[in-house]
């Protein structure tokens, strides 16, 4: 008690390597966002259909038009002789030319008989034409979308070329990366100051003499409960910070804004599943605890009445004090398993394939070792 304890080392966070992961990310995220400046070309759209960059390796829709990370639109169809894919290259490498001249970056509508074509800066990069719009969509409204996604592309990367904005934000990236280790270093330290009070209440509470409280029986397994809860609270919390402050630092800049975004959806949506699976999976908690609780009730009165005839106190026709012992055993095997088999399908996931193979697993090991007993 009179020991301080001690974070492992494991889950310490320096202040090195905050600053260092801050200087990274800063240096990285700057450099990125130097590098995604667009490339210098005073070809026209025509003449630079083949260029490479247009479409992302990664990104798998070689029709798709890609500006900042961002799918602008998505050819379906040949238009003027060209294929979708060359229109789709075509249109990455117009729009690279036309902001590589560093105009306002004014986006554009044009419309045209059974067409509408994109602009930037009045200089026309791609065109729109029914074939590439979805079923239920009209041109119009296409094209508004289109235009709205290429506004904020072409505005992200013109922020790439802002030496104010990138600095901006390595400052806002070196003051996140200090709150998040400052609130790292504050949930390990209430952790230790938690789990220190527990012990301190549980001490107290003991009896003198023992056997006379439960809690003098469970007091150290409630101890290593409440450790094991609060190391699990206090990593959970962590893995939280340091999703948030990444996120943070990568929507700071243009360059990686894409996957801040993505990186928020997915922690959104995976909070989401979590909270609708835990409130789907209530009513089945609640009978399969209905279910041991009956089971508790009959395991209970099996042993009691077994107990009373192995002493002696009550003598029926069918037993006798010597086979009691084991039938009080056996008996409560058989309540347990019956009310396993009632509450299995109550449990969260008992219909996933995993699941089952670990139930069908447990049933092989059980009759396994059980075979023995059983014989006996």
Do not use: C
């Amino acid at each position: 008690m009179g020991t301080r304890a001690r974070v492992p080392a494991s889950a310490r966070f320096g202040v090195r390597a905050f600053v260092a992961a801050a200087i990274v990310a800063g240096s990285a995220a700057g450099a990125w966002a130097q590098g995604a400046a667009l490339p210098a070309s005073a070809a026209s759209p025509a003449a630079a259909t083949s260029a490479p960059a247009a479409v992302p390796a990664d990104d798998g829709r070689e029709n798709a038009v890609i500006v900042s990370h961002r799918t602008i639109a998505t050819f379906h169809t040949a238009f003027m002789g060209r294929t979708a894919r060359d229109r789709a290259l075509g249109a990455g490498a117009a729009v690279r030319a036309v902001l590589e001249r560093g105009g306002p970056g004014r986006v554009s509508l044009w419309r045209g008989s059974n067409m509408v074509g994109l602009q930037i800066d009045g200089v026309t990069v791609f065109y729109l034409v029914p074939d590439d719009v979805d079923p239920g969509t009209s041109l119009d409204q296409a094209a508004e979308v289109v235009l709205t996604r290429l506004q904020h592309a072409v505005e992200e990367v013109r922020e790439t070329r802002d030496v104010r904005r990138i600095g901006t934000a390595v400052a806002l990236s070196a003051v996140a990366t200090v709150i998040a280790y400052l609130a790292v270093v504050t949930l390990f330290a209430v952790r230790r100051r938690l789990l220190t009070r527990l012990e301190t209440i549980f001490q107290r509470w003991q009896p003198k003499a023992a056997g006379r409280s439960l809690l003098t029986a469970y007091s150290q397994h409630a101890h290593s409960a409440a450790h094991a809860v609060a190391i699990v609270v206090t990593w959970g919390a962590v893995l939280v910070v340091i999703n948030v402050w990444i996120t943070f630092v990568l929507r700071q800049f243009a360059f990686t804004r894409y996957w801040g975004e993505r990186a928020t959806d997915w922690m959104v949506g995976v909070v989401e599943q979590f909270a609708l699976a835990a409130a789907e999976a209530v009513p089945g908690l609640l009978m399969a605890i209905l279910i041991f609780l009956l089971g508790r009730l009959a395991t209970r009165a099996n042993s009691a009445l077994m107990q009373r005839i192995e002493r002696g106190e009550l003598q029926v026709s069918w037993l006798d004090a010597d086979t009691a012992g084991p039938t009080r055993r056996i008996g409560n095997f058989v309540v347990w398993l019956f009310a396993l088999a009632l509450a299995y399908p109550f449990l969260p996931g008992s219909n996933s394939d995993a699941f089952k193979g670990v139930s069908v697993l447990a049933g092989l090991m059980l009759s396994l070792g059980a075979s023995g007993v059983v014989g006996q």
